[in-house]
């Protein structure tokens, strides 16, 4: 891959290529920005305005490294670890110059691939392979501030799915829901919220639904990146697989399984992710999904 690079790196004004993640039947999906460069990132303050100016919850910035690339995410706000539907859109840009195949990607914490293919109609898709997965309960403090921001009770929280901290690449608190109704009722103080998981240490809050013991449905706030929702959250998902395996979720083969995450339906914009679960505890999980070009 080393002959494929590209011939320079545009620092002043790097060119931004816009794609969406984890498209569903050509629509919806996730919107991120993807920058490919040579020899050097831009100041960090570009690429956080840059990010900042575009608006989408994350921009990826990735500069040749040897047989792979160096990667870095911002979102409007903030610099965060890890984003898995920057990542998927990465790899649909990186296949589309450089061809199918897998690439290595270094990340500020993490070394993970993705790899890009194409479709006979020509679209191209991704997966990654996550960071590492782990899981524990929530901190108290945190469930009961999520609890009230949300404005959710005991009640509304799945009897069979625990609440969780979840981490691959990332933090994520995970608050699994007994109704699709209370799925879609979701509304949350921003401020308070924001502030809390700047507390905690919490990229996103990831609330489901189980339609099925495969199946999910998924809401992502992430106010500490400055956007309300997410329409589509690898992240999020690869944190959420890891989960169900810690906690040993009924819908998990012994041999491994893949679940099905729809997201983005509230806002319009619906997304599917693919997760394949290895039965190794703490393994990295594999996040696939469609792209189309914006």
Known sequence: MDSLAPQSSTIVSPEVQKLAAFTLAGGGGNPAGVVLLLDHFPEDALMQGLAADIGFSETAFAKKNGAGWRVRYFA???????CGHATIALGAALGAR?????????L??????????????GAWGAALQSPQTWSQPLP???????????????????????TRLAFAGAKHAVLPLARRETLSAMDYDYDATRDLMQAHDVTTID?????????????????????????????????????????????LSPEGSRIEI???????????IEVDIPPEAGSSVRVSGATARL
Do not use: C
């Not at 956007?227 to 979720?249: C, N």
């Open 140 to 162: 108290d403090a945190l469930e009961a501030g999520l609890m009230t921001h949300f404005k959710l009770t005991p009640a509304d929280l799945h009897g069979s799915l625990p």
């Open 98 to 106: 450089f061809g199918a195949g897998t690439y290595p990607l270094s």
């Open 262 to 272: 729809i997201q983005g339906e509230d806002m319009g914009r619906a997304s599917r």
């Open 76 to 82: 409007p706000e903030q610099e965060v670890p890890f």
């Open 207 to 251: 609330l489901v639904w189980p339609e099925t013991p495969q199946r999910f449905h998924a809401r992502n706030p992430f106010p500490v990146g400055g956007i309300y929702e997410d329409p589509a959250t690898g992240a999020a998902a690869a944190a959420f697989a890891g989960m169900l395996r810690d906690v040993g979720w009924h819908g």
């Open 108 to 121: 500020n914490d993490a070394e993970i691939t993705v790899e890009a293919t194409q479709g006979e109609d």
